[in-house]
């Protein structure tokens, strides 16, 4: 069954006490959980001013755990499964193995590892803020056999995208990143990825959406307005559109694809 927001997931306010108190009414068995991470976060956030380097630290205490949950799978079953869906969205979108592709916030290579597969040696890019969670990108293609494929993995402190060459890859990717990013992050990566898009390239992100105010929960989880990250993709000189039939498949976030080309109404 489909599991894209509802309309009330749409207008939630997770900052809300009101919200926090029915949530724990309902769950609580997350109440021990949820207070043990805030706790971790409060004190990843005082030892790391920035956002980067404060998630990079929450990065290397989830891989530890399990790389698989720190990606976001809670069974290894979900992993595969969020995996596939990202290579059969793309794969019906076009991507063929002379493509060029960079997966940016690549993980463990949950979708990565297909995408290898099916790219010709070399063509595939993927940058990641976190040491801890590319060591595991390499288990996973070793066990995958990839080796012979030559993906770029690289660890990256930024989304300038400043040691890539201009106009090189034809699809530029990003999922469940800016649903943990702040503004000026998604911003500098909307600043620069049109350099590295081949003319007729695109990228695809997705984010968690809102159609209440724009809020963040431990600075994890951001929530945005689909209006937002398309005026800020067209203040930096790309066009957006939110991909509805994204929408469809069993995922909680939403989908926007920019280009620097205006597309085909
Ligand atoms: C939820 S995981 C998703 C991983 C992968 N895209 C997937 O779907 O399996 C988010 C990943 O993005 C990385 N990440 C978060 N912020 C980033 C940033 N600003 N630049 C690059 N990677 C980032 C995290 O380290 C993590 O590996």
Redesign the pocket.
């Known amino acids: 069954m489909p599991t894209s927001p509802s309309d009330k997931a749409l207008r939630r306010d997770r900052t809300a006490l009101a919200h926090k108190v029915r949530y724990a009414v309902l769950n609580p068995s997350r109440i021990a959980p949820y207070v043990r991470r805030g706790a971790r976060d409060t004190w990843l956030r005082l030892k790391h001013p920035g956002h980067?380097a404060y998630?990079?630290a929450v990065?290397a205490s989830d891989t530890a755990r399990n790389p698989e949950a720190a990606?976001?799978s809670r069974t290894h079953d979900r992993w595969l499964a969020?995996?596939a869906m990202?290579y059969e969205y793309l794969l019906g979108h076009g991507l063929s193995p002379a493509h060029r592709m960079l997966?940016?916030?690549?993980?463990?290579l949950?979708?990565g590892w297909r995408f290898i597969d099916h790219l010709d040696s070399g063509n595939y890019y993927g940058?990641?803020?976190?040491p801890d969670?590319l060591i595991s990108a390499k288990q996973t293609l070793t066990r995958f056999h990839l080796q012979d494929k030559v993906p770029h993995l690289t660890l990256?402190q930024d989304?300038t995208l400043d040691f890539l060459p201009a106009g090189h890859f034809d699809v530029v990717h990003?999922?469940?990143?800016f649903s943990?990013?702040p503004l000026d992050?998604i911003d500098e990566c909307l600043s620069h990825v049109g350099r590295v898009l081949r003319p007729g390239g695109f990228f695809d992100f997705t984010f968690d959406r809102t159609e209440g105010d724009e809020h963040q929960v431990l600075r994890e989880d951001f929530y945005y307005r689909t209006e937002t990250l398309i005026a800020l993709a067209e203040k930096r000189g790309l066009h957006g559109r939110f991909m509805d039939d994204w929408e469809t498949r069993e995922h909680g976030q939403s989908k926007i694809r920019v280009s620097a080309e205006p597309f085909a109404s």
């Open positions: 980067v998630y990079r990065m990606v976001g969020l995996g990202q997966d940016i916030g690549c993980g463990n949950r979708a940058i990641d803020i976190s969670i990256t989304l990003a999922h469940s990143v943990h990013s992050v």
